[in-house]
């Protein structure tokens, strides 16, 4: 069947979701979100786009962006395959990496603009990988509040107050408010966790490393991986490997 023609926004501004073949994970360690955020930025400076929100889980990708200088699809292509290229080489695998053609919905008010930011942002708090949005390293929520890299903050912050400690107040509840948002997402199929979510999975709950798990005592070894079992997010190879 011939596919159905992608939706163009009015406004230029999307919210796109990517995600791994067959639900596999995309980033390992962290050096593939790294990788990934650099070609981010990488094009950003040739194509000229915008990005207001961006949020790297384990097996997918969610973009809040405006096009640049060229359509958005085109743009998309570029990452994917840029990306993929990388982390084929990386760990020495070939094939497809990003199942399909990513997927994308259209952004043209402010409202539901303030809604796909949040949503985006609370990603990580959904998938049940962290109890404060703050504490996620591989979002963009960060980048308002502290220094941004290449998240445009003073768009969204504009809707919110012409006033920077008023608008970033008002950024930061917002955040925290109680909400239903329905959104673009990941289809509700097997939760799987990356390597790196499951160390962040260990931190939040029981603030230690991974790394040290194996000269704590056996109760404690015990307690961690009964609790990583019950996520249903991680295979016992995996367990096992790490």
């Known amino acids: 069947m011939p596919r159905v023609m992608?939706?163009?926004?009015?406004?230029?501004?999307y919210h796109i979701m990517i995600r791994g073949i067959n639900q596999q994970n995309i980033f390992v360690e962290d050096e593939d979100n790294e990788?990934?955020?650099?070609?981010?930025?990488?094009?950003?400076?040739e194509i000229?786009?915008?990005?207001?929100?961006?949020?790297?889980?384990?097996?997918?990708?969610?973009?809040?962006?405006?096009?640049g200088n060229e359509e958005i699809g085109n743009t998309m292509r570029r990452i994917c395959v840029s990306y993929a290229y990388w982390y084929n080489w990386q760990y020495n695998r070939t094939g497809h990496l990003f199942q399909?053609?990513?997927?994308?919905?259209?952004v043209e008010d402010d409202a539901y603009f303030l809604t796909v930011l949040r949503y985006i942002h609370r990603n990580p708090l959904k998938a049940?990988?962290?109890?404060d949005i703050g504490n996620y390293k591989w979002s963009s929520f960060k980048e308002y509040l502290e220094r941004s890299k290449i998240v445009n903050p003073h768009f969204a912050l504009a809707m919110l107050s012409t006033e920077r400690d008023k608008a970033?107040?008002?950024?930061?509840?917002?955040?925290?408010?109680?909400?239903?948002?329905q959104c673009l997402d990941i289809d509700p199929v097997r939760k799987t966790f990356?390597?790196?979510?499951?160390?962040?999975?260990v931190l939040d709950k029981y603030n230690i490393e991974l790394a040290k798990l194996h000269s704590m005592e056996p109760e404690t070894q015990a307690e961690i991986l009964k609790y990583l079992k019950e996520q249903q997010g991680a295979s016992l190879r995996q367990l096992s490997r790490m």
């Open 128 to 131: 049940g990988l962290i109890s």
């Open 100 to 106: 399909d053609r990513f997927r994308s919905e259209v």
């Open 194 to 201: 990356s390597d790196n979510e499951i160390r962040q999975l």
């Open 35 to 45: 990788r990934f955020i650099d070609t981010l930025a990488g094009y950003q400076k």
């Open 6 to 13: 992608r939706r163009r926004s009015s406004t230029g501004i």
């Open 48 to 67: 000229e786009y915008e990005i207001y929100a961006y949020c790297l889980m384990g097996n997918h990708v969610h973009l809040l962006m405006k096009e």
């Open 168 to 181: 970033l107040a008002r950024f930061h509840s917002f955040h925290m408010e109680a909400n239903d948002d």
